[in-house]
């Protein structure tokens, strides 16, 4: 009975209207009195910012904040495929004639994901990883490998948690959720990085609108608070790095594996 009361008042909390009052928030001059509180209760590491928490004009500035050069090391070779996100695994593993098997107890149509795209017919038999942002993270998210912006697509959605609790008891949640997907082809295939909002904020941004090609680990978009991110890899391209698995916690820059041309 709880259960189906929490799942009830989630449904209600979903609709924009809510997520664009807590954005004005979010964006307010007042807001910035709340990054300290912000910062003590996540256990955020604020050195690793680009500038000190007071010179943050807002709490949205604070939390797509940038970091100083060097924090984050991107592996190097042109065939490696490196976390898009600081993030936890919540889910990884071969796609299944188009389905990704298992995220939290549910399975995902690929075509659903990504809104009946053309494009889903190059990874239905990829690798997929669910990558989840917690607010402790460090919330912009770069390049997975170097490439050409193909096509982007934005698919206006809900704003359902995508914490434990949403991906467990609401049904489809990456498939209902708010979506800004950019297919990056590369060297050796393309990769699909399928930036999911979450509740009460759900707004996802290109860090640079005009943007058309990335160098692995650039400056790709950022969350205006916490969320998911799913990374496809086109099917026959990609062998995951040994060791890696579901529940590690990943750095942007971190080897995921590599790459090689599809046959």
């Known amino acids: 009975m709880v259960k189906q009361l929490l799942r009830l008042m989630t449904e209600l909390s979903s609709h924009r209207w809510l997520s664009r009052i807590m954005g004005a928030l979010a964006h307010s001059r007042i807001s910035r009195f709340l990054i300290p509180v912000f910062i003590r209760s996540y256990h955020i590491p604020a050195v690793e910012a680009e500038h000190s928490p007071g010179d943050y004009r807002t709490l949205n500035e604070f939390f797509s904040r940038r970091l100083k050069p060097g924090m984050r090391p991107v592996a190097e070779g042109d065939d490696a495929l490196v976390s898009p996100v600081d993030a936890l695994i919540t889910a990884m593993g071969d796609i299944t004639s188009g389905t990704l098997m298992n995220v939290k107890g549910q399975d995902y ?155």
């Open 109 to 263: 149509n690929l075509e659903e994901l990504l809104n009946h795209s053309p494009h889903l017919e190059r990874y239905k038999k990829g690798f997929f990883f669910v990558l989840y942002l917690s607010p402790t993270d460090y919330h912009r998210i770069h390049s997975p490998l170097s490439g050409y912006k193909v096509e982007s697509d934005y698919i206006r959605g809900r704003a359902y948690p995508v914490n434990e609790f949403g991906m467990r008891h609401m049904k489809g949640v990456l498939s209902r959720n708010e979506r800004l997907i950019t297919y990056i082809a590369g060297k050796h295939g393309e990769a699909a990085v399928v930036k999911v909002g979450a509740m009460n904020v759900s707004s996802i941004r290109y860090a640079d609108e005009q943007a058309s090609e990335w160098e692995k680990g650039g400056d790709l978009a950022y969350f205006e608070f916490g969320s998911t991110v799913v990374l496809l890899t086109e099917s026959g391209t990609f062998t995951p790095r040994p060791g890696l698995r579901k529940n590690m916690k990943v750095k942007m820059g971190e080897l995921l594996g590599t790459m090689r041309a599809p046959l």
